[in-house]
């Protein structure tokens, strides 16, 4: 049975939670927002009642005591449909004498649908982050943070969550600097154009059995179906195996009271209307591990791959026409006259990792380098740990590389995968959990990630530069370089001027 009050909130702008006096019992975490994972196809999980955030500080603030924390805001990722700020736990970041702030927000649908009008304008989900992050700046003193000390940061969806913050009206002011793993702005599938999404709000309603006439009475509508429902339907709208993933994502609103995001992002970094602060950017060496794993999960879907390439990368990006037009180059670049198949297993992975990931955040750090003020620190996250997301993935004895998401295992205690939950990291891992946290928190602390003090970070980390983009390589032999995959870069920006295909219309 429906919460009706719920019901009535549903699609709306978040309201912020009343105050209280006394003591409010946190010792439980709140509900998950509702979701399903369609990377293992679990069931629907989560309550809409899910606005909730997680405090950690190392000690609470006593009466008499000035002194306070710099504060660290985690916005997770799962691609604006999965996920919850609960899966990542405090223990390693306390360490470095900071407080960490975790959160949920809506996902999917229930967060980023629209109807490109006053109705529902859009990205609720990003108005929900906006909120939590106003929260923590009016009232982390209590809890002995420094409000004039916040750093938000966040992996995936959340990387790029962080950086929509710095463009956003909702946000500036409220935090200092930011950090985007592996997900800027820019990603492909992290920015859609607002048409499709209002396409996709009404597939969904004619699914579920609402008359989509009139956006008023077809809002209603929706409302009135369960929230389990809804997000089921995701299922219905796959393709070929879990593609297409992007179906509701940030959009450029119409610009209204209340907006997240009035105007498209290029056009904000033009015109200098971004959040002055300080950025750090970068990918893990193998990103498209995530995809790829999947893939050669199961046999079918090499060979279908190989012999309906075209086609296939048309459903994964949602475009029936630039992709088709522009697959044989893509194909040739990365496989030449090789089939995919196991041989090539590797070939695909830098497909997928330059496609969904590399690019993107390539240009947005180029865009930042040109645009802003402020020093953005570029980096490649390239050490192989012990354990990998990749196992849960696909085959769990072999050893794909550094994927998406795997640095989060050294920074959180975290929980996604059963067996993560009490993982015991080896000599090497604890060393690179070490450096990695160590940097972030200096950022979240100065705004340089390089320690004043700490001779455990040996290596300088400098910021971009020149337009070589200068990164800082988290691995073996930790040092800087420039030009990070300048040869698959600079084809994927032939690609982008010849079809618009990765950022479509925005450069």
Same mark, same amino acid.
């Given at each position: 049975m429906q919460n009706h009050l719920l019901v009535t909130l549903r699609f709306g702008a978040p309201i912020a939670a009343d105050s209280w006096t006394?003591?409010?019992?946190?010792?439980?975490?709140?509900?998950?927002c509702p979701q399903?994972? /369609?990377?293992?196809?679990?069931?629907?999980?989560g309550r809409e009642n899910c606005l909730f955030l997680n405090v950690y500080t190392p000690q609470l603030r006593k009466d008499d005591d000035t002194s306070t924390y710099a504060v660290m805001i985690f916005i997770h990722g799962g691609g604006f449909f999965f996920g919850s700020g609960n899966l990542y736990g405090p223990d390693f970041l306390l360490d470095q004498d900071i407080v960490l702030v975790t959160f949920n927000y809506r996902l999917d649908a229930l967060g980023f649908m629209s109807t490109g009008d006053e109705v529902v304008p859009g990205n609720n989900g990003m108005k929900d982050q906006a909120l939590? /992050?106003?929260?923590?700046?009016?009232?982390?003193?209590?809890?002995?943070?420094d409000p004039k000390r916040i750093t938000l940061f966040g992996e995936s969806a959340g990387g790029a969550s962080a950086q929509y913050h710095m463009l956003s009206p909702l946000s500036q002011g409220h935090f200092s600097a930011a950090i985007s793993q592996s997900g800027t702005i820019f990603n492909v599938w992290a920015f859609m154009d607002k048409s499709m999404v209002v396409g996709?709000?009404?597939?969904?309603?004619?699914h579920v059995g609402c008359a989509t006439y009139d956006n008023v009475k077809m809002v209603e509508c929706l409302r009135s179906v369960d929230a389990k429902k809804l997000m089921e339907?995701?299922?219905?709208?796959?393709?070929?195996?879990?593609?297409?993933?992007?179906?509701?994502?940030?959009?450029?609103?119409?610009n209204i009271k209340g907006a997240f995001l009035p105007d498209h992002p290029l056009n904000i970094l033009k015109e200098a209307k971004h959040a002055p602060v300080p950025w750090i950017a970068g990918v893990n060496s193998e990103e498209g591990i995530l995809r790829v794993a999947l893939i050669y999960k199961k046999e079918n879907l090499v060979k279908e791959l190989d012999e309906n390439f075209s086609e296939i990368m048309s459903i994964t990006f949602n475009d029936q026409s630039k992709i088709q037009e522009s697959s044989k180059?893509?194909?040739?670049?990365y496989f030449g006259n090789h089939k995919i198949n196991n041989n090539t297993m590797f070939n695909l992975i830098n497909m997928y990792s330059n496609m969904l990931f590399n690019y993107g955040i390539h240009v947005a750090v180029k865009m930042h380098f040109k645009y802003s003020k402020q020093p953005v620190y570029y980096y490649l996250y390239s050490h192989v740990g012990q354990h990998s997301l990749a196992n849960i993935y696909g085959d769990p004895q072999l050893r794909y590389g550094v994927s998406h998401s795997d640095e989060l295992l050294l920074q959180f205690p975290y929980s996604y995968g059963v067996q993560f939950r009490n993982a015991v990291l080896d000599r090497r891992d604890l060393h690179y959990s070490e450096l990695l946290n160590k940097m972030w928190t200096s950022f979240a602390k100065t705004g340089n990630p390089t320690p004043a003090t700490d001779s455990f970070v040996s290596t300088k980390w400098e910021p971009v530069t020149t337009e070589s983009l200068e990164y800082y390589n988290i691995g073996a032999g930790v040092h800087s370089s420039k030009n990070l995959y300048s040869a698959r870069m600079k084809f994927w920006d032939k690609m982008n001027q010849m079809r618009k295909i990765i950022l479509r219309d925005e450069l």
């Open positions: 006394g003591y409010f019992n946190a010792s439980d975490y709140g509900s998950e399903v994972d /369609i990377l293992f196809g679990k069931p629907y999980k939590a /992050i106003k929260w923590v700046h009016d009232n982390i003193e209590a809890f002995g943070g996709n709000t009404r597939r969904l309603a004619d339907v995701r299922f219905s709208f796959m393709k070929w195996d879990l593609d297409p993933w992007m179906l509701f994502a940030p959009i450029v609103e119409p180059l893509i194909r040739d670049f």
